[in-house]
């Protein structure tokens, strides 16, 4: 019987130790934190050996195969033994898509990604049978477990793609690429670009590669290394035989002759980037033969994700816009391009080595009034203080949501979009949007 170790007990964890234990492996579930009761619970209840707050090296370094979480790097001490002794370390992707037989889309990008997974998955479920997983949801090895679902969204970051050897998306995207995650990349962009490039590897020329076509780092790259695939490009300033772009107010889609027109004042989000993500998911949803009809109707009601610019409330006429997930600068950049009001703006938190030079134009032409909101201020304070007339600090989300309330004037925005980790106040950037949130309600 094969030994499966899986480090970290989160959901892909916990989904990939219970596809593993029914497909006949004996399996060890180590946790150097605390694994969480429900997942604890799942655990003792299919009788998979488990163990928190330590990594036991006589129980994992004798395993044949490593199930790593994505949130673990590669530079821990464990992970280094397993990888001299030749032990393949593998990502859940990797893992399940084993057990799979389903069509499988893969989406990556440093920004991006969430909202053209939910968007995609929205498109497609309403004419076909797929499952929504990767960095959202419940995991892909539970779902091909208990559903196994012809069609799967797989959302994918670089650290999940690191763990693959032979996982082979039929349509892979690829969102963007901006300098990010580069302390887990020892501040190589390079490695980072390869990491994202990595969903492609396997690909074949009956597979597809959907690309910003605008995005120079993507561009420059595929030059140098071409992929397999049949590429698709999408671009909103360039003219394409085959592939997105945009046509007068329409966005148009060809495929092989074979073509879609739809008008952009329909898709229900707003905002340049997001014609991009309907690019993305009109395109997977084109060449799975999705009716134009579907496609059009789901671009205009689609709600958006949970923390990426949305609207919490309308309080004295200021709109107050949750964009927590905008965890980079090119993240916030997207945000600060897409306000048409006076914004007071929220930024901070665990700095990721940002350079906020992207922004200058922005600051100068839409933001009126900034509030730092983290523990260690004072590069924002620095850059930006000549810039605006308001600019204040704090530590407290219920103190820097009426800071921004006692600043804003009706017709003005107040628009969350940190540009940094949430790690030094917060449990996680969904925490960070909840509290957010709950200040907006609390005025």
């Known amino acids: 019987m094969k030994r499966l170790v899986v480090l970290g007990g989160g959901e892909s964890g916990v989904g990939t130790a219970l596809l593993a234990k029914a497909k006949g492996f004996e399996v060890f579930v180590s946790d150097k934190g605390t694994i969480k009761e429900n997942y604890k619970n799942v655990l003792i209840h299919h009788e998979i ?27 821990v001490s464990i992970v280094h033994q397993l990888i001299a002794l030749g032990t393949p370390v593998i990502s859940e992707i990797e893992f399940a898509s084993k057990y799979t037989d389903a069509t499988i889309i ?3 990008g440093s920004n991006g990604k969430t909202t053209t997974a939910t968007l995609t998955n929205h498109v497609l479920k309403q004419e076909l049978n797929v499952g929504l997983a990767g960095n959202i949801g419940d995991s892909f ?15 994918i970051s670089s650290f999940q793609l690191d763990g693959i050897q032979t996982f082979k998306p039929k349509i892979a995207v690829l969102t963007n690429i901006t300098p990010d995650h580069l302390d887990r990349y020892d501040y190589n962009f390079e490695a980072y670009i390869a990491s994202k490039f990595r969903i492609a590897m396997n690909q074949t020329s009956d597979d597809f590669f959907i690309y910003d076509a605008d995005d120079e780092v993507i561009t420059s790259w595929l030059e140098k290394h071409p992929v397999q695939s049949k590429l698709l490009p999408f671009s909103l300033e360039k003219k394409l035989e085959n592939g997105a772009c945009i046509d007068k107010e329409n966005i148009k889609i060809t495929i092989d002759n074979n073509q879609i027109i739809m008008p952009t004042k329909s898709i229900a989000l707003e905002g340049k980037h997001n014609i991009k993500n309907a690019m993305a998911a009109s395109t997977v949803a084109h060449l799975l033969k999705i009716r134009k009809q579907t496609i059009r109707e789901s671009l205009e009601n689609f709600q958006g994700v949970e923390h990426r610019l949305e609207h919490v409330l309308k309080i004295n006429k200021v709109d107050y816009i949750n ?26 938190g665990e700095d990721k080595g940002n350079s906020y030079e992207e922004l200058f134009p922005f600051v100068n032409e839409k933001v009126k009034a900034i ?6 201020n004072e590069k924002l304070m620095k850059t930006f203080s000549g810039m605006v007339d308001v600019i204040i600090e704090t530590q407290f989300m219920s103190e820097a949501v009426k800071i921004a309330y006692k600043v804003a004037e009706a017709g003005d925005n107040v628009l969350l979009s940190p540009a940094c980790a949430s790690f030094d106040l917060f449990e996680n950037y969904e925490d960070r949007g909840r509290q957010f949130k709950n200040a907006v309600r609390n005025l």
Not at 141 to 155: F, G, I, T
């Open 371 to 376: 509030v730092c909101l983290g523990v260690d």
């Open 106 to 108: 893969g989406i990556t």
């Open 49 to 75: 050996e488990w163990e928190d707050g330590q990594h036991s090296e006589v129980k994992i370094l004798n395993a044949d195969l490593v199930m790593k979480s994505p949130g673990i790097p590669e530079k």
């Open 323 to 348: 964009d927590s997930k905008a965890t980079n600068v090119n993240a916030t950049y997207y945000a600060l391009e897409s306000m048409d009001a006076p914004t007071v703006w929220i930024v901070g």
């Open 141 to 155: 090895a539970k779902q091909v477990l208990e559903e196994d679902y012809p069609n799967y969204v797989l959302e």
